[in-house]
């Protein structure tokens, strides 16, 4: 067999694969010669079949199926062994039937979409602008007012207030305004409702100073906007009725629940900052600030990558790509892509396409590698903000590890961590590669440039 290549383009080629009837003529016998010993076919005993009746049945299909693998093969080790970065899949030139009866050897060719060479530069002479986000005291009080408010606690109230749960009986009212009696009447005995999340601020209204044993008439419909499930757990009545409801009722007050926040103290701290690793409320507002600028490193970074893929793509986006090729392997790979559509479908994937190129090119430069640790490290930080969610900081590193491996376990999720893990593996060392040109900004300002990206 014979494999040869020929340059169509700057980054396209034609692939041409020759295969005689030596090539692949035992292969065929073996096969035969194996359906023989594994199939019972009428007539004959299982492994008695004589070849001639085994080629006259199988001999097409099974010759047909053993070149197309070979040829097959053939590519794929061509295009290894060459070390040809290819885009997409090699695409056959024509399709057709294998006339077997009156021919034994073959020719096949493929077109290779190539990836362009990009000669990409990373050093201290490539200067990248880094925005650091300046944390003001009004930040760090509005955290801690946030924190407090978390770790409170919750305490029966005299009258309602701005976030306030009220409890009571909630009793449906006729068109005249009076409690309604009938046997098909609503009344939640055990009411419960959140004045500061109706989405109708004149209905939370109605409760505001409101205390226990007042009664409020107000609409539950207008509090959700008639949202079903919502006005099922309040009314206590199926769904399917509750999207009818739409009259007033009147709740009369029996408990009201108020958040008192939590007051500055060790017990504070330690919710916040983990045990003792605070004792003043100097150390505990500085962790506070430390906090928030590691939560907004985060935005820093992305838009730091956001600053590197412009200048990128501006500087080597205009590569040359094998457009033609790349489209006919769109059609074949996609049942939504036709000859209609392919061109604006290309059009959308080509930037992603070459900013693929670029990253695979800076990942080469800065040698990034990948072990089971990292992954593993990046599934235990993504834990541990999911318990801290739940006001959960204390968590220790075995059940980290545990509920990081269960999290990696999941084959949907895991190829966006190893992803995740690789740009992150990528930036940190583009980051160190280059200079940085560090600016102070205030959040809106920040916000504004990142509105603009």
């Not at 939640?188 to 939370?204: H, L, Q, T």
């Not at 969610?389 to 999941?410: F, S």
Request: charged share 30%; glycine share 6%.
């Amino acid at each position: 067999m014979n494999v040869s290549m020929e340059k169509t383009g700057n980054v396209s080629a034609l692939l041409t694969v020759s295969i005689e009837e030596n090539d692949y003529k035992d292969k065929v016998e073996k096969e035969l010669k194996k359906i023989g010993r594994t199939h019972t076919i009428p007539g004959f005993r299982q492994g008695h079949v004589p070849f001639g009746e085994l080629n006259r049945r199988f001999g097409k299909h099974v010759a047909s199926d053993v070149i197309n693998n070979e040829v097959y093969n053939a590519v794929v080790k061509y295009i290894q062994e060459n070390k040809l970065a290819v885009l997409g899949q090699p695409i056959p030139v024509e399709v057709k039937e294998l006339d077997l009866k009156n021919e034994k050897d073959f020719t096949f060719q493929y077109e290779l979409a190539l990836a362009p060479e990009i000669n990409v530069e990373l050093d201290k002479n490539v200067t990248v602008p880094y925005y650091k986000i300046n944390v003001t005291d009004e930040m760090v009080a509005e955290q801690d007012k946030q924190f407090c408010e978390r770790f409170g606690a919750q305490v029966p109230g005299e009258e309602v207030e701005p976030n306030a749960l009220v409890k009571g009986s909630i009793m449906e009212l006729d068109e005249n305004g009076a409690v309604k009696t009938t046997d098909d009447a609503i009344q939640m005995i055990n009411g419960i409702v959140a004045p500061m999340y109706f989405k109708d601020k004149a209905e939370s209204e109605k409760f505001a100073g409101k205390k226990v044993n007042d009664k409020v008439v107000f609409n539950p419909w207008k509090t959700c906007e008639g949202n079903a499930a919502e006005l099922s757990s309040m009314l206590g009545v199926d769904k399917e009725k509750a999207a009818d409801i739409k009259g007033d009722f009147e709740m009369a007050i029996s408990e009201i629940i108020v958040l008192r926040p939590a007051e500055h103290g060790q017990e504070l701290y330690d919710n916040v900052l983990g045990k003792d690793s605070v004792a003043t409320e100097e150390d505990y507002l500085n962790g506070v600030k430390a906090m928030i600028e590691r939560d907004l490193e985060g935005s820093s970074q992305i838009m730091f990558r956001r600053e590197v893929e412009k200048m990128m793509m501006d500087k080597y986006g205009n590569m040359e790509l094998p457009a033609e090729v790349l489209k006919k392997w769109l059609e074949g790979a996609n049942d939504g892509i036709t000859p209609e559509n392919v061109d604006e479908e290309y059009t959308k994937m080509e930037p992603s396409l070459k900013w693929q190129l670029i990253k695979e090119r800076l990942s080469a430069l800065c040698d990034i590698k990948l072990d089971e640790n990292d992954l593993i490290e990046h599934a235990k930080m993504i834990a541990r903000h999911q318990f801290a969610q739940y006001g959960m900081t204390n968590i220790d590193d075995e059940t980290l590890t545990d509920y990081a491996k269960r999290i990696l376990a999941d084959k949907n999720y895991r190829p966006r961590l190893v992803e995740e893990v690789g740009d992150i593996k990528l930036f940190n060392a583009i980051q160190a590669k280059v200079t940085l040109d560090e600016k102070t900004v205030s959040l809106d300002e920040f916000k504004e440039m990142a509105s603009k990206m």
